[in-house]
């Protein structure tokens, strides 16, 4: 790791005044929450901040479930949202999500936040002896666009990334229609979760709607029948404790048998959790296990792009969609 | 801050198996690295150093995590639990008796991990059936390849745990 | 063997050990005093290294000393051979001139106080290439057949063996099947990763290694450095795993010991798991193998 200062403030007020900034990975100043990301781009010397800003013991960590709907306190950890009992009854898709993510012991590190705002997996980005990386290094092209690319996204991209953007908790949220409570010194703002990640563009190193001295505090989700009836599917080559090569959040607000509102957000394929409105009106009236659910899933792939190697990713999101909206359909 | 000089050090309370440290230390410093090369507590072993293999799982404040990804700086005052302070002097913890009978390793090197991983998969009411055993210790590898009789070792020490699940 | 273990539940003799958290693997040994070096590794697959400037690295805080090839003393390198070395191939000279002939290759060693300064110093090191096309593909290599393979015994012996009569058996069968085979290259990725601790004592060379095979470790370091193989003693009493990797002394420890010997600090060198993956050599190669299968009577008259 590059040497930097470890700053440890005791209140948020102390934190703020840092100026750190999250989602630009040029950024001097950065936060570190439960490290499990942070951690690893210090060892590999993916970021070099020269100063750390620690949120341990300054954010909210509390979780609270009534009939409005839920509030989660940035530094409530995957772990404990997970198994909490009220999102279990009313929000499933989460506890699914995050069940679905990383292995138990990140889960108890890990934190709402730092995982919204995680890095991307690409070998290209995570591998400092890569010299193209415009993420990484502005101007330098992208490696993924004539290498390996498997792993890549079909939908967001630009020529100067293809980097997949990596939570399920994100996917799952973005879904559920989730906003954030974001802090800074002098102001409280709600940014709807869905405008956080930026698409790559031509400025791939600016990767969330955060300015300087801006932390996510808490994240909040409305209520509604459409987020118990709800399924996660996660498709990847190993069982457990590995990234989506394609996920599926869905829930469903049902009318009978027939869908009345989907939501639908897909990860694993697109530069930032991809909601995707034009499935979701092609679902109304529609009844899920029945063949106008393929048509409806269809209109995912328009502006899908395949880069040679993530070609395959195109239909079986497609698939994928299918495969969940008939398991969360099944659902009581 | 100029990038090549020499970052202030942090002093660090670490309060590893019930005894307390006054650490100074680099920054960088992983909890790992503290525990293995400040404290000479090796027990807990480096595999990957990126939070991908579980060998470095410790319990803090009783909950299992990987010290890799831990900086020390920022584990001020609380509990650490390594492999060192599982056994109460001659007498090992139940799931290390039960790792020696079902030979549940073979180099070793997992395995004080896999214990730690495997106490708190227990005592979070985890190891139900092999099946959960196996979704609940993914993330600990074994290179060895022991992981039916590590799945055999947590299964008798959970069932002599009870019901209850404490281990 | 006493008929009272045979066949009994007996607990490994290290078992309490190992559960316990009290075996010692290499990186474990407590030697006071002793300074931490991190590998710079090459990063193209071929090519002459043209450049390599380790100024800012030894300007670095807590960094005692940078070994490239400009400066690391010139080794023996006497010639050596383990027993399952093959016929064909010379192992890596550490350190001793400009050529890369493989990605994550050690051109480099950073000596320095603590292990995150060590580490961080040896990202600083810079370098240039002058790279080279590299092949990468078996099927662009021209093989070198195995001559000649010697018997424990110090006879020589053909490399390949026969029994019965292969030719005449596929001749005559039924249906024979010919067929290209190619596995993929596997690495070892055992659980522990490399590491080495050098401690000198004027001729005299302890190592605290990660080994399957001490014995082979001390005659190969004794063979490049030029001293009696009885001047180094190899530690390793536990292996976090191995699969063939320990087999070869390697680059660390070469690393470890000319690092050790120059700057009269016992040293130790670690390796991150990233790098395992690359400059280590793997268990085994893509090889090529050509079947021919014989069905009916005469399948007894093959090999």
Same mark, same amino acid.
């Given at each position: 790791m590059h040497p930097f200062t470890l700053e440890r403030p005791r209140d948020l007020a102390a934190a703020l005044a840092f100026q750190a900034q999250a989602g630009r990975t040029d950024a001097a100043a950065e936060y570190i929450a439960g490290g499990t990301d942070m951690v690893q781009l210090l060892q590999e010397e993916v970021r070099q901040p020269t100063r750390l800003v620690s949120l341990a013991g300054v954010l909210d960590h509390r979780i609270e479930v009534?009939?409005?709907?839920?509030?989660?306190?940035?530094?409530?950890?995957?772990?404990?949202?997970?198994?909490?009992?009220?999102?279990?009854?009313?929000?499933?898709?989460?506890?699914?999500?995050?069940?679905?993510?990383?292995?138990?012991?990140?889960?108890?590190?890990?934190?709402?936040?730092?995982?919204?705002?995680?890095?991307?997996?690409?070998?290209?980005?995570?591998?400092?002896?890569?010299?193209?990386?415009?993420?990484?290094?502005?101007?330098?092209?992208?490696?993924?666009?004539?290498?390996?690319?498997?792993?890549?996204? $079909?939908?967001?991209?630009?020529?100067?990334?293809?980097?997949?953007?990596?939570?399920?908790?994100?996917?799952?949220?973005?879904?559920?229609?989730?906003?954030?409570?974001?802090?800074?010194?002098?102001?409280?703002?709600?940014?709807?979760?869905?405008?956080?990640?930026?698409?790559?563009?031509?400025?791939?190193?600016?990767?969330a709607a955060l300015e300087p001295g801006e932390v996510i505090a808490a994240i909040q989700v409305p209520s509604g029948p459409a987020a118990r009836r709800s399924h996660y599917l996660k498709v990847r080559t190993r069982a457990s404790f590995e990234f989506a090569l394609v996920s599926v959040a869905v829930a469903l607000d049902m009318d009978g048998p027939r869908v009345a509102t989907a939501r639908i957000a897909l990860g694993g394929v697109g530069t930032k959790p991809w909601r995707t409105p034009e499935v979701e009106a092609a679902l109304k009236g529609v009844t899920p296990g029945s063949p106008e659910v393929r048509n409806a899933a269809a209109l995912a792939a328009q502006g899908a792009q395949g880069r040679g190697h993530n070609d395959f990713k195109i239909e079986l999101m497609q698939r994928a969609i299918v495969r969940a909206v008939e398991i969360a359909g099944a659902r009581a | 801050?100029?990038?090549?000089?020499?970052?202030?050090? !942090?002093?660090?309370?670490?309060?590893?198996?019930?005894?307390?440290?006054?650490?100074?230390?680099?920054?960088?410093?992983?909890?790992?690295?503290?525990?293995?090369?400040?404290?000479?507590?090796?027990?807990?072993?480096?595999?990957?150093?990126?939070?991908?293999?579980?060998?470095?799982?410790?319990?803090?404040?009783?909950?299992?995590?990987?010290?890799?990804?831990?900086?020390?700086?920022?584990?001020?005052?609380?509990?650490?639990?390594?492999?060192?302070?599982?056994?109460?002097?001659?007498?090992?913890?139940?799931?290390?008796?039960?790792?020696?009978? #079902?030979?549940?390793?073979?180099?070793?090197?997992?395995?004080?991990?896999?214990?730690?991983?495997?106490?708190?998969?227990?005592?979070?009411?985890?190891?139900?059936?092999?099946?959960?055993?196996?979704?609940?210790?993914?993330?600990?590898?074994?290179?060895?390849?022991?992981?039916?009789?590590?799945v055999a070792a947590i299964q008798d020490a959970a069932g002599a745990a009870g019901a209850t699940g404490r281990g | 063997m006493s008929a009272a273990f045979i066949g009994q539940p007996i607990s490994r003799v290290d078992g309490r050990s190992k559960v316990t958290g009290s075996a010692a693997y290499a990186a474990e040994f407590i030697v006071p005093g002793h300074a931490y070096a991190a590998i710079v590794r090459a990063n193209v697959a071929k090519g002459r290294i043209a450049t390599i400037d380790s100024a800012r690295a030894e300007g670095a805080p807590g960094v005692i000393a940078v070994f490239t090839y400009r400066n690391s003393p010139r080794l023996a390198y006497r010639p050596h051979k383990g027993a399952v070395d093959p016929e064909v191939g010379e192992r890596l000279h550490v350190l001793q001139d400009d050529r890369v002939t493989h990605q994550g290759q050690p051109i480099g060693l950073v000596v320095a106080e603590t292990l995150e300064q060590a580490i961080d110093a040896a990202n600083l090191v810079s370098v240039t290439?002058?790279?080279?096309?590299?092949?990468?593909?078996?099927?662009? $290599?021209?093989?070198?057949?195995?001559?000649?393979?010697?018997?424990?015994?110090?006879?020589? #012996?053909?490399?390949?063996?026969?029994?019965?009569?292969?030719?005449?058996?596929?001749?005559?069968?039924?249906?024979? !099947?010919?067929?290209?085979?190619? !596995?993929?290259?596997?690495?070892?990725?055992?659980?522990?990763?490399?590491?080495?601790?050098?401690?000198?004592?004027?001729? #005299?060379?302890?190592?605290?290694?990660?080994?399957?095979?001490?014995?082979?470790?001390?005659?190969?370091?004794?063979?490049?450095?030029?001293?009696?193989?009885?001047?180094?003693?190899?530690?390793?009493?536990?292996?976090?795993?191995?699969?063939?990797?320990?087999?070869?002394?390697?680059?660390?420890?070469?690393?470890?010991?000319?690092?050790?010997?120059?700057?009269?600090?016992?040293?130790?060198?670690?390796?991150?798991?990233?790098?395992?993956?690359?400059?280590?050599?793997?268990?085994?190669?893509?090889?090529?193998?050509?079947?021919?299968?014989?069905?009916?009577?005469?399948l007894r008259d093959a090999a």
């Open positions: 009534n009939d409005q709907g839920l509030r989660i306190g940035a530094a409530a950890t995957m772990a404990d949202v997970a198994a909490h009992s009220g999102i279990v009854q009313q929000f499933p898709l989460i506890s699914e999500a995050l069940l679905n993510s990383a292995s138990p012991q990140v889960r108890n590190q890990a934190t709402m936040g730092g995982n919204l705002l995680q890095r991307t997996r690409c070998p290209y980005f995570r591998d400092v002896g890569y010299t193209a990386c415009n993420k990484r290094v502005p101007g330098s092209g992208c490696a993924a666009l004539t290498g390996d690319n498997q792993w890549h996204a $079909v939908l967001g991209t630009s020529d100067n990334c293809i980097a997949v953007h990596p939570s399920d908790l994100a996917v799952a949220l973005v879904a559920l229609d989730a906003e954030l409570e974001v802090r800074s010194a002098s102001d409280r703002r709600t940014l709807r979760l869905i405008d956080l990640h930026r698409l790559p563009g031509d400025t791939p190193h600016i990767e | 801050m100029p990038p090549d000089l020499s970052p202030p050090s !942090i002093t660090v309370a670490l309060r590893v198996n019930g005894s307390e440290h006054q650490l100074v230390l680099d920054p960088r410093t992983t909890l790992l690295d503290a525990l293995r090369e400040h404290l000479q507590l090796t027990g807990t072993k480096k595999g990957c150093a990126l939070g991908q293999c579980g060998a470095c799982t410790v319990l803090l404040d009783g909950k299992r995590v990987k010290s890799c990804l831990s900086l020390a700086g920022l584990i001020d005052k609380r509990d650490i639990t390594t492999i060192e302070g599982l056994s109460s002097g001659e007498q090992l913890h139940p799931l290390q008796t039960a790792f020696v009978e #079902r030979d549940a390793f073979q180099c070793g090197y997992c395995t004080p991990g896999q214990i730690m991983a495997g106490v708190a998969c227990i005592a979070e009411g985890h190891a139900g059936s092999a099946e959960e055993i196996r979704e609940w210790m993914s993330g600990n590898i074994c290179r060895c390849g022991a992981y039916d009789n590590i | 290439y002058t790279p080279e096309s590299a092949v990468v593909d078996i099927a662009h $290599v021209t093989p070198v057949a195995p001559t000649q393979q010697k018997t424990d015994q110090g006879e020589k #012996r053909p490399s390949e063996t026969l029994r019965g009569n292969v030719e005449s058996a596929l001749a005559a069968a039924e249906v024979t !099947i010919d067929q290209t085979y190619v !596995i993929p290259r596997e690495n070892h990725n055992p659980m522990e990763m490399h590491a080495t601790i050098a401690a000198w004592d004027g001729e #005299r060379l302890t190592l605290w290694d990660k080994s399957q095979w001490v014995g082979n470790v001390a005659e190969e370091i004794a063979a490049v450095f030029g001293i009696p193989a009885t001047n180094v003693h190899v530690i390793s009493p536990f292996v976090g795993g191995a699969f063939g990797a320990p087999h070869v002394a390697a680059c660390d420890v070469g690393g470890a010991r000319c690092a050790g010997r120059r700057t009269t600090r016992q040293t130790h060198v670690v390796t991150s798991g990233n790098v395992l993956r690359r400059g280590i050599p793997p268990a085994h190669g893509p090889a090529r193998r050509a079947r021919r299968i014989a069905r009916g009577p005469s």
